[in-house]
Structure formats: C-alpha cells, structure tokens
C-alpha cells in the first residue's frame, strides 16, 4: 500500500477546514434566522397590542331597517350578550342567530362599522292571519307566537290542533275562495279536535260544517243561499250544512230553526 506524502495530506487538511467565506455564510444564515424569530416575536406581540386597541367596546347598535312590531330596545336586548366581546371579538352570526330566532324576525344581517358600530337590518315576519288565541300564521303558513301580537284584529282568526296550522291555513283559502264571488267574507275558520270544521262570516253568521266533505257541502249550500237565504242574511244566526239532504238555519231572535 502506498503511502500518502506530506505534502498530499497537508493538502487534505486544507481541503476540510471551512473556508472564511464559508463560516460568514454559516453565520449569516444565523444571523438572519435570528433577526427572522425577533421580527416575528416582535410581530405577535404587536398585533396582539394592535388587537386590543381595535377590539373597543361596541357603542352603537343602528338598526337600519323600519320596525312594525319589533322595538328598537328589543333588538338591543336580543344582540347585548354577544357584543361583550368588544368590536373584534363579537360572533355576527351568534348574533344574527339571536335575532333570527325572535319570532317577528324572518331575516337578518348583521355587519361592524369601524371603528365601535354594529349595523343591523332586519326583515319582519308579514302575518296573514292569526292563530288561536296568541300566535300568527307567517307566508310559510308557520305558526308563531310572541308575547305581543296587537294590532292583527283586521286579519282572519284560524286555529285548529297542535301540528294543523298549514292544512287549516289552506282549507281556509279554499273554503274563503269559493264563497268570496257571493259576498260572503270568512273572518273565522277552526278545526275542533276531533276534526270539524266551524266558521264565522264578517256579518257575524256562523256555520257549522263538520268533518268532511267541506267544499262539497258548502256547493249545496251555495245552492239554498242564492236561492232563499241572500235575501235574509240579516236575519241568520248560524246555519248547520252537517246534513245531507238540506241545511238547518238558526234564524236571530225568536224565529224556530228551518230545514231548507
């Protein structure tokens, strides 16, 4: 084996060491790792001051849209505890859920306005009815109830079982659709629980109807109505169309009940 010379494994060492350059490149690589931490450090610490001087508290809640039968303290009351967290820290859409979940509210949104604004618009539920003795029927023919439902007195009374206020809320616009074109006006329609049917026209008539068959039954009476009964609607208490050959007529004051 031959061996290696002086001058060969000098020459070796030489080659191994790092070079100058290459150190001040290994240090400032360092270096520059170093500053990138302190920079970042410095960032982190910065936006988290930078944070807390933005996420103020809220000082105006604007509701932007007109209120018929939400007030605009209501609405405060609703968004309050989700705007403790300060501007930045509010959940819009916790709050958006909040006021969704009134039963006046249809839809709602909900944006910040720098620098300590929460801006609201809200889309009231439109009645179409009302339902029993506290609630009303919204376009989706839903059920509602809230704690304040005044002024709905011109609108139809409807009401029926637990679970029934779409098949009342439609029965009603077929039976109202079918006796409109004679003048007579339903203002009140219900379903017993067992499922009969009674209604109260605008001149405070009544009718009994029953259980089935209602359309069918209130053609026959269409029948007796413009035949005997128009020119005495005055003079009706309540008429009784449960039969099925004839309608009984409670006539107001001492008049006997008639079969016609």
Not at 93 to 120: C, D, T
Not at 176 to 189: A, C, S
Request: charge should be positive.
């Amino acid at each position: 084996m031959s061996r290696m010379s002086a001058n060969q494994f000098g020459a070796s060492q030489r080659l191994s060491k790092p070079s100058l350059r290459e150190r001040l490149s290994a240090m400032k690589s360092t270096l520059v790792a170093l500053v990138s931490l302190l920079v970042l450090a410095a960032t982190i610490w910065g936006s988290t001051r930078l944070y807390d001087h933005l996420n103020v508290p809220v000082a105006v809640i604007a509701v932007e849209s007109p209120l018929h039968q939400l007030t605009t303290l209501e609405v405060e009351n609703l968004v309050a505890p989700s705007i403790r967290g300060g501007f930045l820290g509010m959940d819009l859409q916790r709050i958006r859920r909040a006021l969704e979940n009134h039963p006046w509210v249809e839809a709602a949104s909900v944006r910040r306005q720098w620098p300590n604004r929460l801006r609201i618009q809200i889309v009231e539920e439109t009645p179409i009815a009302r339902w029993g003795d506290s609630g009303f029927l919204n376009r989706q023919g839903q059920a509602l109830f809230a704690d304040r439902v005044g002024g709905l007195e011109d609108l139809p009374l409807l009401a029926g079982p637990a679970g029934s206020a779409r098949a009342v809320m439609q029965q009603y616009r077929d039976v109202n659709q079918l006796l409109q074109p004679v003048g007579l006006r339903v203002v009140e329609f219900r379903q017993g629980h067992r499922g009969d049917w009674t209604l109260r026209f605008d001149n405070g008539t009544g009718m009994t109807i029953g259980r089935d068959r209602v359309l069918e039954k209130l053609q026959r009476f269409l029948v007796v109505w413009e035949q005997t009964l128009a020119d005495r609607a005055g003079e009706i208490d309540l008429v009784d169309i449960r039969y099925e050959n004839g309608v009984a007529v409670h006539w107001r004051g001492d008049q006997e009940t008639g079969i016609l």
